[in-house]
């Protein structure tokens, strides 16, 4: 999500809110994580060191923004895209 959003990695785990766009960021990484991932909004909360509610507003903010044609098909693709990601990187550090 960093890279796609253009903000540092480690800004996406940081306890505080943060600026716009990185809270931005990591509300559609915690959607991601609950809707492609299938991870529970408890998981995504305790992965993201927020609360499930925070998590939860943050998904709903996201959905919100899919009204938008240009927006929705790149979460798509995002949604699509992820597993494959998450299954390589796990591989990665294993090796």
């Known amino acids: 999500m960093a890279s796609v959003f253009g903000v540092e990695s480690g800004a996406l785990w940081h306890g505080t809110r943060g600026v716009k766009d990185i809270a931005f960021a990591r509300q559609v990484a915690m959607y991601l994580a609950h809707v ?3 991870m529970t909004l408890t998981d995504v909360g305790v992965m993201f060191g927020r609360d ?3 998590v ?3 998904c709903l903010k ?6 938008d044609p240009i927006f929705d098909h790149a ?5 699509w895209a992820l597993p494959t990601l998450v299954i390589r990187s796990d591989t990665r550090r294993t090796h």
């Open 52 to 54: 499930r509610t925070t």
């Open 62 to 67: 996201v959905e919100f923004r899919r009204d």
């Open 36 to 38: 492609a991932c299938g």
């Open 75 to 79: 979460l798509d693709l995002l949604c």
């Open 56 to 58: 939860s507003y943050g």
